[in-house]
């Protein structure tokens, strides 16, 4: 306990840099969300090679309150303060954590006026909004990564190492769980709203999706079952999603169980039921289970267990937390950085990754009957 509350005080007090550059990359955000101190601006803090310059939110009192509190020079409110803030020639890299069903709009906006764009998961509503905005960073020469910042993390990165040494054999199985108790999102909340992108696999799903299809090395081959439990409530929306995807494999196929739950029930109608942030694999020689491959910063844990030629049975566990104070957003945040200054990121990945996950989140959408999260309607800037 002890030593969590340690790596939380340090990823809310990073330590600063000894000397910093005297021409940073500007950042601003798009939204006073609630993710952006955790994700942006305090990883920032402890970079030497960028900021937070300003940020806009539809009120300007919001926009006031969230820069004076993060300490923030610029702050552009009311209804044009985003494109304000996509206007300011003194921004170079736009981070957006707006609701799912707008980071096309914006993402196409802030690529139109020249930033590069940290832009939060989901991409998008859509796979074809995703391509096109990657098509269009790529055509305008700039960066843009969709923000899956476990990927960028040591713990996850060994997780990975160890399935493709081959020590686990031939995988067999894979499963990426993510659910919160219900009560932790509120009614109101835009991961329940279906015009904003919402559901449980578009939100805690697109993790799962993404750790399944990132353990296994490749995209599914189909859709196996796929079912969705929803609530009068929240129209059209998925409090919890479980599908199993089929994947080729050099003998034959295996398959990954992906679940991700919103609002878990509570348990004989009072106790609420712990988060789980599992991925597991399961191989013809043995099986890993990555405790909090989400937010391994905080705490995690790998078991492996494999066998050994003479048929014993081993179990060892492992922990990676790299360097201290790093939490994933603080990683993910070296990578953009690396990448806008024409570095080699130490980790990266593609569009194509981007779209694939969004593609196979529509194939499980559409085998639930809910359908894929509406496109935008938004007039954008001609790619
Ligand atoms: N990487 C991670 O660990 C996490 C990522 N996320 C992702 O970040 C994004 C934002 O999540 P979160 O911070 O929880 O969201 P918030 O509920 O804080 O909403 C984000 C911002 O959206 C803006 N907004 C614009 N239009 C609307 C609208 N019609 N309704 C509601 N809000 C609107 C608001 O900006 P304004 O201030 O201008 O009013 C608000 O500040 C999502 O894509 C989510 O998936 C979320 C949590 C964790
Ligand atoms: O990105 C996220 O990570 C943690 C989850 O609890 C949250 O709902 C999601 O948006």
């Not at 476990?150 to 199985?173: D, M, N, Q, W």
């Not at 050994?308 to 492992?318: C, P, S, V, W």
Request: charged content about 20%; hydrophobic content about 40%.
């Amino acid at each position: 306990m002890v030593f969590i509350l340690k790596r939380l005080y340090s990823a809310f007090y990073p330590p600063v840099p000894n000397s910093t550059s005297p021409t940073p990359l500007r950042f601003g955000i798009l939204g006073a969300a609630n993710i952006a101190p955790i994700a942006l601006v305090l990883p920032i803090k402890n970079h030497p090679d960028a900021v937070v310059h300003a940020v806009a939110a539809r009120d300007q009192k919001r926009a006031d309150a969230f820069a004076k509190k993060w300490g923030i020079r610029k702050a552009y409110g009311g209804s044009t303060a985003y494109q304000e803030l996509l206007d300011d020639p003194q921004v170079d890299a736009i981070y957006n954590p707006l609701p799912n069903g707008l980071h096309y709009e914006w993402t196409m906006k802030a690529l139109a006026a020249g930033k590069h764009v940290l832009l939060e998961k989901p991409s998008a509503n859509t796979s074809e909004e995703t391509r096109r905005m990657f098509e269009f960073a790529e055509k305008k020469g700039l960066v843009l990564l969709e923000a899956f910042h476990y990927r960028f993390h040591p713990a996850v990165r060994r997780a990975k190492e160890i399935v493709s040494s081959g020590e686990l054999g031939e995988i067999t199985r894979i499963e990426t769980s993510m659910s919160v108790p219900v009560g932790i999102i509120k009614a109101n909340d835009i991961r329940l709203q279906y015009n904003l992108g919402g559901g449980a696999l578009m939100d805690m799903g697109c993790y799962a999706m993404s750790m399944a299809r990132y353990l296994a090395g490749s995209n599914p081959v189909r859709v196996v079952t796929a079912s969705a439990d929803t609530e009068s409530a929240f129209p059209k929306i998925d409090v919890g999603t479980t599908a199993t995807l089929a994947f080729a494999s050099p003998t034959s196929e295996f398959t990954a169980n992906v679940r991700a739950v919103l609002r878990d029930p509570l348990r004989f109608g009072f106790i609420p039921r712990m988060p789980e942030l599992t991925a597991r694999v399961v191989g013809t020689q043995g099986e890993l289970t990555l405790f909090n491959f989400v937010l391994p910063w905080a705490y995690h844990y790998i078991t492996v267990q494999s066998t050994l030629k003479t048929g014993a049975k081993q179990t060892r566990t492992e922990k990676h937390y790299g360097k201290d104070s790093w939490t994933t957003y603080r990683y993910q945040l070296e990578a953009f950085v690396d990448k806008v200054r024409g570095r080699t990121p130490e980790h990266w990945y593609d569009a194509e990754d981007s779209i694939a996950n969004l593609q196979w989140i529509e194939h499980i959408y559409e085998e639930t009957g809910l359908g894929a999260r509406p496109a935008s309607t938004a007039q954008v800037p001609a790619e």
